[in-house]
């Protein structure tokens, strides 16, 4: 079986199309399908409208609902990975529509490469949509444009893929879990609720416990959804939200490389390492432009305020993906 987890958070007027281009994918030979529909606490449930929409497409595969009291991504995207039953499980954003091949382009590549935990596609925008000029740029972070620049496996390029349209082999993730993998997003504030809410990363958290159990991430370029981002999300108020989350996950993903790399069980006061290796790689790639003395100068004060804001917590976060690690290997 393969399971499509689409998680919404009060995405009622943008999900129909999402629906509609699910109903209409085709199915690898011989596999069940099912859709997996988690409300992420949304202000008004989405559940009726969601079940109600699926019967109108002519109810095409199995559909489970589930409401998460527990707001945020993370959460509800746990519970979507819980409730499904796949040997596969596809994610799949509310504003998502998957090219009717999707399944059976992956299912194919995922079957013949053993090695592979989880594999990423390639998000384009509507063809009718105008981006602001620094989009191009940032495309990645909104689920867009290529993630490689050769299908295969994403190093050394880069060590994760976007969660929008992401496979994950269900062995895998198992094996995380059973090593002691937790998303570790309640360090990233103070509120847990808050937090949850307003980060990022998540992707490619669960992309490196995967890692870790020995799998590789790979990137297949003729999987292709559209990703029809809405105009507030072009605006220049949620480019520096963007920001702000890029840099939270940028310090998470960095922890976990050197952690990846690292040859020691135990750390204390690992924080002020991590200070002194911001600083370091800013300067040892310092480039006189105007992105490197803006947005890079901001995204590293803003890994220098998040380290002193969790140095209290920080050696305890660090021991234990230390031991995620010694377990997993």
């Known amino acids: 079986m393969i399971s499509l987890i689409l998680c919404s958070y009060n995405g009622e007027s943008r999900i129909y199309k999402t629906l509609e281009a699910l109903s209409k994918i085709l199915i690898p030979l011989n596999q069940s399908i099912e859709l997996v529909f988690v409300d992420s ?28 009291v527990k707001q945020g991504k993370v959460a509800a995207l746990q519970k979507g990975i819980e409730i499904s039953k796949g040997n596969y499980f596809v994610i799949v954003d509310d504003d998502n529509e998957l090219d009717s091949s999707y399944l059976i382009e992956g299912f ?81 504030g103070s509120n847990q609720k808050v937090s949850e809410k307003n980060n990022g990363g998540e992707d490619g958290e669960l992309c490196w416990a995967i890692r870790f159990q020995g799998y590789e991430i790979h990137y297949l370029s003729s999987l292709r959804f559209i990703h029809r981002i809405s105009t507030s999300k072009l605006s220049d108020s949620y480019f520096r939200l963007i920001t702000e989350r890029t840099s939270k996950s940028t310090l998470l993903g960095s922890l976990y490389y050197r952690i990846y790399r690292m040859n020691i069980d135990k750390v204390h006061n690992f924080w002020l390492k991590d200070l002194g290796f911001i600083f370091i790689n800013y300067f040892k790639n310092f480039q006189f432009n105007t992105h490197y003395l803006t947005l890079e100068l901001k995204r590293n004060l803003s890994n220098v305020f998040l380290l002193l804001k969790m140095r209290a917590k920080y050696d305890q976060l660090v021991n234990r993906l230390l031991t995620f690690k010694k377990s997993s290997i």
């Open 41 to 68: 606490n949304s202000t008004i449930s989405m559940l009726d409208f969601v079940e109600k929409s699926w019967r109108e497409l002519g109810n095409p595969f199995n559909l489970k609902t589930f409401y998460q």
């Open 108 to 188: 194919r590549y995922v079957e013949k490469k053993n090695q592979v935990g989880v594999l990423g596609g390639q998000g384009v925008l509507p063809k009718d949509l105008e981006v602001p000029i620094w989009f191009e740029s940032y495309a990645y972070h909104f689920a867009c444009g290529s993630q490689a620049k050769n299908d295969g496996n994403v190093q050394p390029f880069r060590n994760v893929v976007y969660g929008a349209g992401m496979w994950v082999r269900r062995a895998a993730y198992d094996k995380a879990i059973n090593n002691g993998f937790r998303f570790i997003f309640d360090f990233h």
